[in-house]
């Protein structure tokens, strides 16, 4: 069994919640995992209590908070009591308190809405997590955003600072969104507010995109043979940079290969030279 590793946070987004997948990240040395509120159509919660038993108290987990039932589907909400009550439903739902708790997307309440009420209402909903912190609904808090940008306005002093900030990460983050992440931590850093990154792969790493160019080009000298799909997480991490990412998989050995890829150098120079060309194109990548 490997020593725990915590740069590694497996993800449940997509995934069917089965026993194994905790086991095989335990054996890894995975011991965090991130889910969220509105996950397999909401019942990600009761469904970890029950394939988890036994196992959760050796997991550090983080879910998220935003989004809410209504026929049909889902709506999001930045409204404290709202996200209190779902934090609430959770504690009883896992059986224990998260470890950390986001507030999930938070630019879906704030797009097209004015600086004032924007920062009003992130300032709320950023002091009802504080608050519920201090009560003992989580450990701690963060916010995971997956467009940054609206958030740049609606930051000021008046916000409660997040414990964790979680963005995406990779070769494929679009220029207007990395810019936006790094802006974020860059006014949370003297907080010393943790990044984590998320969706590595841009949603698929089956994409056939990823076999038209070699992503090992931002590696040092490896070790040994290498996957482009190893090759494209260690980047991740550098794109912005990030100590920890969640990554989903129910395949025990594509888990595995990014757990050996941590061992790999990153070619600092690789990086920063596709990061002038990103951040000079301005159009270049996805946004």
Not at 157 to 167: D, E, G, H, Q, Y
Not at 216 to 245: C, K, N
Request: net charge negative; aromatic share 6%; glycine share 8%.
């Amino acid at each position: 069994m490997r020593a725990p590793d915590r740069r590694i946070v497996l993800g449940l987004h997509r995934s069917r919640h089965q026993r194994h997948q905790l086991t095989n990240a335990l054996d890894l040395g995975i011991t965090a995992i991130d889910t969220a509120f509105n996950y397999r159509g909401f019942t990600s919660h009761t469904t970890l209590a029950d394939v988890g038993r036994g196992l959760l108290d050796r997991l550090t987990i983080s879910t998220k908070v935003g989004f809410f039932p209504r026929p049909g589907g889902a709506e999001h909400s930045l409204d404290p009591a709202r996200l209190i009550g779902a934090l609430e439903q959770t504690n009883h739902e896992l059986g224990r308190a998260p470890d950390l708790v986001f507030l999930h997307n938070p630019e879906c309440s704030l797009r097209d809405t004015a600086t004032e009420v924007a920062r009003d209402t992130l300032a709320q909903a950023c002091a009802a997590l504080e608050d519920a912190m201090h009560k003992g609904l989580c450990g701690a808090w963060g916010i995971s955003t997956w467009g940054p940008s609206p958030l740049l306005d609606a930051i000021d002093a008046a916000v409660a600072k997040p414990a964790v900030l979680m963005v995406r990460c990779g070769l494929f983050v679009g220029v207007h969104t990395l810019r936006a992440a790094e802006s974020l931590a860059r006014q949370w850093s003297d907080h010393k507010t943790q990044v984590w990154g998320m969706s590595p792969f841009s949603g698929n790493a089956h994409d056939p995109v990823w076999s038209r160019f070699d992503a090992r080009v931002f590696l040092r000298d490896p070790p040994g043979p290498v996957t482009q799909m190893q090759a494209a997480f260690r980047a991740a991490y550098d794109l912005p940079t990030v100590s920890a990412v969640a990554v989903g998989t129910d395949d025990p050995v594509h888990l595995r290969e990014l757990v050996d890829a941590l061992t790999f150098e990153v070619d600092e120079q690789a990086v920063l030279q596709y990061r002038d060309l990103l951040l000079g194109g301005g159009k270049a990548g996805r946004s």
